[in-house]
């Protein structure tokens, strides 16, 4: 008889979400001032720089809810100071539509580079082996 197990098991060498997503936040704000180096009527550059941060940030994470949070702060952090001044938030219809499926984008882009191609030297398991859904108990037969 086997015992299916409801809850999945993450890998003992991942970082906690609240700690990525501390991590993510600083990527971000540092790549606020980068792109802050940049003139504010180059726009795409200026948002090209936070879109490669967070691509780079999500190959490197293995959770997806950590690159998505670390995307939206992305967002807020550039509409509020680049785009806008002193941090407040404004909707510019289809500009701010298309810079979050550009941030989106990049989250995909980053995860399935980072399941794809996991790097050496961080020892990570394979997607498939690092979170099974079923086990079954070998004491009970």
């Known amino acids: 008889m086997s015992i299916i197990r409801a809850g999945v098991n993450p890998p003992l060498n991942q970082s906690p979400q609240g700690i990525l997503v501390g991590f993510g936040s600083l ?5 606020g001032f980068v792109a802050s180096a940049f003139p504010q009527a180059e726009a795409v550059l200026r948002y090209g720089v936070l879109v490669l941060a967070v691509l780079a940030f999500a190959a490197v994470t293995a959770v997806w ?62 997607m498939a082996a690092a979170y099974p859904s079923v086990e079954e108990d070998e004491h009970d037969a």
């Open 27 to 31: 990527v971000v704000i540092v790549a």
């Open 65 to 126: 809810t950590a690159s998505l949070v670390t995307a939206v702060i992305g967002f807020l952090v550039f509409d509020g100071f680049l785009v806008n001044q002193l941090g407040q938030l404004s909707w510019h219809g289809s500009t701010d539509a298309m810079r979050l499926m550009a941030l989106g984008s990049a989250v995909i882009a980053g995860r399935l580079a980072g399941d794809l191609f996991p790097g050496r030297a961080s020892g990570r398991p394979p």
